[in-house]
């Protein structure tokens, strides 16, 4: 048994389908004791002071040998990734290169011949894949009923980040985190409902920031909306194990982002939108068009350093929950 | 008996002490503030009121984020919410955008039917703020005063940060560029930061606070960046204390 890590969501099937252990190198970096160790490493083995931190903390990662081999998702998340793949296979680490299509014209054939050869890769049969996809789907299937709990404000914006998150990589054992998802649920549905009056999302990238749902929930808003979590979670019900990868919107563009976004305001009954950048991410760039594509009001908020949020974001946010507090009120 | 109305700014603290219909208005500077008025008793941080004559009523501050400040003997809001009130109060308007330009802060805040729909302030970068303009002062040995004058045949600045822009006007004098000149480029350089964020949160009116907003020069440049007139609130460095009172 291989410990196979990667680099953001891959169909994780796969890898529980041959029999290795699949590990998402952001969670390895972000759960780690010392995340600013990482960072330091990366930087001492000359990665710029002005590259994205995940991209250090995952090079770092592979650098540790946290892994065996790595699964680098060239084309469809950050195009930081070439540059790290180069790396790793300059030190001699395996690495199974693998693309969302950019197009989404002929994106099913694309996506359906990345799959199979990640499946070559990693010797194992589609077949066996489709297995494992029917007894993940179980799990799947919880996930989004915590998910509809968030709303509900049986679970907190933070447990269902946490929740979310690591269904990347199911922490590497499925069987274990259904347990564990089973237990959490049952707790929950036993709550009541804590609700606050404001209603948040957070948008992009999954936060360095480890203290910012406590903040943000402290000062009376719920995080009923954490997108890409809840991608990362492959919420697609198609029976298509391909097309549910072709659903998945953060490969994708923008505007499939964007219209996904729309409809959860709207179900969820979003009030404002925290849009998460990370420092020196070109997905910074993308702000403008979320800023003019939503119609509720949306903060910005940028992190660096893993951490607790710095006193003029808190400033900030919190500015902007009373904003949005006396707006409800009327 | 009197109440009060704190905004505790990076640079100045500034106090509003009000009796009856009647606002009085002192400055001080932070750090001689904290040093005096500021005591700790036991768990506690307050506010100690010796320096005024009678007694403290309500106590209304603001400043550094009410995460930040916490004052056993003082209601904490928002700056946000201080300059908000502070402008709709003296304004009597219900639809404008403010501009506030602190010490270290600016902010932008944008007014409709009498809420706020949307704010901005800078990020992580003291290049349009009053710190940078005082250093710029420092350096061309000029008053603030003769500063806020300067409006002719602005010196270009480049620099996107106030640290190297500091540099930048070192080497304008050593070209032998006219001082004020020099000034007037510190001016339009703040200007032109201020402005993109001034141009998201457009209205029909624009208002201006802070002890930046008071000085002239600054607000033609911004004027002539956005191109539309700005009026200075009344009492521009005070605005927020105002807003604290009227809490
Ligand atoms: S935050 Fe942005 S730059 Fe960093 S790894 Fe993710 S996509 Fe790449």
Redesign the pocket.
């Known amino acids: 048994m291989k410990k196979i890590g990667f680099t953001t969501t891959i169909p994780v099937e796969i890898v529980f389908a041959s029999k290795n252990i699949p590990v998402d190198l952001n969670n390895v970096f972000i759960t780690s004791k010392s995340p600013y160790k990482f960072l330091e490493y990366a930087e001492d083995d000359g990665l710029p002071r002005n590259t994205?931190n995940?991209?250090k903390g995952i090079y770092t990662a592979v650098m540790k040998s946290s892994v065996d081999e790595v699964i680098a998702v060239t084309q469809g998340?950050?195009s930081?990734t070439h540059a790290l793949m180069e790396l790793f296979e300059n030190a001699g680490v395996k690495v199974h290169p693998f693309g969302y299509p950019f197009g989404l014209d002929d994106g099913y054939e694309y996506l359906r011949n990345e799959i199979l050869n990640l499946c070559k890769g990693l010797d194992v049969d589609f077949d066996e894949v489709l297995e494992y996809k029917d007894r993940i789907d179980i799990i799947r299937k919880k996930l989004r009923h915590l998910d509809k709990l968030t709303v509900q404000g049986k679970i907190s914006g933070f447990e269902n980040h946490i929740w979310l998150v690591t269904s990347t990589d199911f922490n590497g054992d499925f069987i274990k985190y259904e347990n564990e998802l089973d237990k959490f649920i049952k707790e929950a549905e036993k709550r009541s409902n804590t609700g606050k009056k404001v209603r948040l999302g957070f948008i992009g990238?999954p936060t360095i920031f480890d203290d910012i749902y406590q903040f943000v929930e402290s000062k009376g808003a719920s995080v009923v909306f954490n997108e890409v979590q809840r991608q990362f979670s492959i919420p697609s019900t198609s029976d298509d194990f391909i097309q549910r990868y072709i659903d998945y919107t953060y490969p994708y563009d923008i505007f499939k982002r964007v219209a996904d976004i729309k409809t959860q305001i709207v179900e969820r009954k979003i009030d404002g939108i925290i849009h998460y950048v990370?420092s020196?991410?070109?997905?910074q760039i993308q702000d403008v068009i979320i800023k003019k594509s939503l119609d509720i009001p949306v903060i910005t908020i940028e992190g660096n350093d893993p951490g607790n949020v710095d006193a003029r974001t808190k400033i900030r946010l919190e500015s902007f929950i009373e904003m949005l507090c006396e707006r409800k009120n009327g | 008996m009197v109440d009060l109305g704190i905004d505790l700014g990076s640079r100045f603290v500034k106090v509003g002490l009000k009796s009856g219909d009647n606002i009085e208005f002192k400055l001080y500077d932070t750090v001689t503030f904290y040093r005096d008025f500021v005591k700790r008793e036991g768990e506690n941080i307050k506010i100690n009121f010796d320096f005024l004559d009678t007694n403290a009523g309500r106590v209304v501050a603001t400043g550094y984020g009410r995460n930040v400040l916490s004052f056993a003997n003082a209601e904490i809001i928002s700056e946000i919410k201080a300059h908000f009130k502070g402008a709709k109060v003296q304004t009597g308007c219900d639809n404008f955008t403010l501009i506030d330009l602190g010490g270290q802060d600016s902010k932008v805040i944008k007014v409709v039917n009498g809420f706020i729909e949307d704010f901005i302030m800078n990020d992580k970068c003291a290049a349009s703020t009053g710190r940078f303009l005082e250093n710029a002062a420092n350096i061309l040995k000029m008053q603030l005063s003769d500063i806020a004058s300067s409006v002719d045949n602005p010196v270009k600045l480049n620099s996107t940060c106030a640290i190297f822009s500091e540099s930048e006007i070192i080497g304008k004098i050593a070209e032998g560029a006219d001082f004020r000149d020099i000034a007037a480029g510190v001016c339009e350089s703040v200007a032109k930061r201020i402005a993109p964020l001034v141009k998201r949160l457009k209205s029909e009116r624009y208002f201006i606070s802070g002890g930046v907003g008071s000085i002239y020069s600054i607000r033609y440049f911004l004027e002539k960046e956005i191109g539309q007139s700005i009026e200075p609130l009344k009492n521009c460095q005070f605005n927020g204390c105002i807003g604290c009172l009227n809490y």
């Open positions: 994205c995940w991209i998340d950050c930081n990238v990370q020196f991410c070109y997905r």
